[in-house]
């Protein structure tokens, strides 16, 4: 070990074991602490564990004097004791190229590429938030694809990404512009119609990047003209569209509201069903038996309902979502009870990015478990992308994604709205744990995270720690530049722009608070 230890681990800030040791995200050895592990499997939280990471991947889990036992001396330790880890979340339905006026007359004038540019900061503001894996349903000009591969690449940060492209639909449907007379002509690139149309569709957006396909078979709320309780396929079309997606290995995912088409989609064979608002018995006993997926993207009718206002959102599409809230929460409530599968999906872009932790107690409330949440978003989520050999546990051989909260989520799962520290594939894109680093007499104020998720500020208290403060900063910046680093961002979360990181470059995590303290 050498001289480069730098500051009391306990304090919460990342340490080094040694000189010279890799930065997370290089693919040298991590050690994570964890003060508590809840294994998403059992619901059991195993005190006092520790991770061993390489190569984006994790080593080894298991209890920390076993792991520290012969952990390799120049692995980055990050101390989570005092927290809960868990898996990194998956949202199984986002658009994080999309906003919430998708559906206006403004909408029109955006372009693909400007569209994947705002995904950039959508796709962040989800990373954020803990989700460290979606599967984005839906995406003009293949923005979404662009978006992955810029992810993949390390071009911009944001989750993993599973995509579908162009969602594909009916002419005239729940995934048409229907906003423009026939002078236009004009129809979205998803639209196909006839058993030989949406095959060729279902061919054209797998050849483009496409890796799960997105069809509509009832109309929805945020499209003009279109019926959220009426079919837009033929069952030859459906089946169709299935057959060649499965031949091609590729999950269908199918947005369906109404009965009719929610049967239609099942029967089809169809992996998941998104939203599934108006499911009855038959909906549940038929998904039951096939083993679908329900995808209930429950927060947005709370939310959605009370917010949508035009212009944003024109007036017919915030009425149709006001008319069908009550029926949605109390039908979904029902396939809970009923144990249809459920995966986590939020439909983000309903409401605003970085929201999606909200979904957790909106699926409490529907009569899910806390743990059956978690599970939701881990475990399920991963099954439904056929991803679980990569995502949705901690376990060996898995991505290192990981979150880390102050208190026990099976508790309160409301405590998910706010994730203090994200790691994705072993590297920390967030840490605003509170720290002692900015002890009594800190001149700023600071938050402290509560047990219901929001953060409590408090004024500046007695005596002054700040030289030491300074000097152990010091210490710290100088391994930094020493080349022994850890991607550490001490900024807030609120406003990503031009944000600089201690390295001088910009931050991967978010902006302007210093960090905040846990003292009392
Ligand atoms: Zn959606």
Known sequence: MGAARVVGCSWGL????????????????????AGQLL?????????????LIENERIKEVGPEAQILAHAPSGAQLIDLGGYTVLPGFIDAHTHLTYRVDVASYAWLGVSAPREALLGARHAKATLMAGFTTVRNLGARGYADVALRDAIRDGDVIGPRMQVSGPAIGSTGGHMDSNLLPYAFRYSEEGIADGREGVIRKVR????????????????????????????QYSDEELQALVAESKRLGKPVA????????????????????????????ECIQLMKSRGTYLVPTVFLWS?????????EVPQEQAEKAREMAPSAKRNLAKAVKAGVKIAFGTDSSVYPHGMNGHEFGALVELGMSPLGSIQAATLHAAD???????????????????VAVPSNPLLNVRILENIPFVMKGG????????????????????????????????????VSLLPIVRRLWATFRGAVDAGAAARVWLDD?????????????????????????AHS
């Open 427 to 462: 590297e920390v894109v967030k840490d605003q744990r509170p720290s002692a680093t900015c002890a009594p007499h800190a001149t700023s104020s600071f938050a402290v995270p509560q047990e219901d998720g929001t953060l409590r500020t408090h004024g500046p208290t007695g």
């Open 39 to 51: 294994d998403v499997r059992t619901g059991i939280l195993h005190a006092k564990q520790a991770l």
């Open 204 to 231: 054209e957006v797998v050849k483009y990047g496409s890796e799960v396909v997105k069809v509509a078979v009832t109309g929805g709320f945020l499209s003009v003209g279109t019926n959220p309780n009426g079919g």
């Open 254 to 281: 199918a947005h369906a509201h109404g009965t009719v088409g929610i049967k239609q989609a099942v029967r089809a064979g169809v992996d998941s069903i998104e939203h599934g608002t108006e499911l009855d018995d």
């Open 384 to 402: 439904l992308l056929r991803w679980s050999d990569r995502v949705g546990e901690l376990k060996p051989g898995l991505y290192a994604d990981l």
């Open 303 to 311: 939310h959605f309902p009370e917010n949508a206002r035009p212009p």
């Open 493 to 517: 979360t609120s406003d990503v722009d031009g944000a600089i990181g201690i390295y001088g470059r910009p931050c991967v995590g978010q902006p302007a608070r210093r960090p905040a303290c």
């Open 14 to 33: 990342l340490c080094l074991l040694g000189w010279g040791t890799a930065a997370a995200g290089t693919g040298g050895p991590v050690l994570v602490k």
